[in-house]
Nanobody, 116 residues
Framework: QVQLVESGGGLVQPGGSSRLSCAAS????????MGWYRQAPGKEREFLAR???????SSADSVKGRFTISRDNVKNTVYLQMNSLKPEDTAVYYC??????????WGKGTLVTVSS
């Protein structure tokens, strides 16, 4: 089992920045990749970015150039740096991890509100 705990959400002004963190614990040796998703009110969960154990990243077109994913393998933590935030970025942000055999784990989410 893998446990994921997100942190760093809160209220951010439009145009501002925020960094989310996700700490993994438990069977971290089984993790193949980690990523971030978000779900806005009334919308489906949306993929944002992913990073493999080897550091290969991929991200959604909607956030390229604004959001950057990174990870610290020593701390078993993945980060999402978000810049130039817009009100439409308001959502609950979820951390995910996939094991080598394809099991998906999810954090409970952290709310990011972009508003003046």
């Amino acid at each position: 089992q893998v446990q994921l705990v997100e942190s760093g959400g809160g209220l951010v002004q439009p145009g501002g920045s925020s960094r989310l963190s996700c700490a993994a614990s438990g069977s971290v040796f089984s993790i193949n990749d980690m990523g971030w998703y978000r779900q806005a009110p009334g919308k489906e969960r949306e993929f944002l970015a992913r990073i493999t154990n080897g550091g290969i990243t991929s991200s959604a077109d909607s956030v390229k150039g604004r959001f950057t994913i990174s990870r610290d393998n020593v701390k078993n933590t993945v980060y999402l740096q978000m810049n130039s935030l817009k009100p439409e970025d308001t959502a609950v942000y979820y951390c995910s991890a996939h094991s080598l055999c394809g099991i998906a784990y999810w954090g409970k989410g952290t709310l990011v509100t972009v508003s003046s």
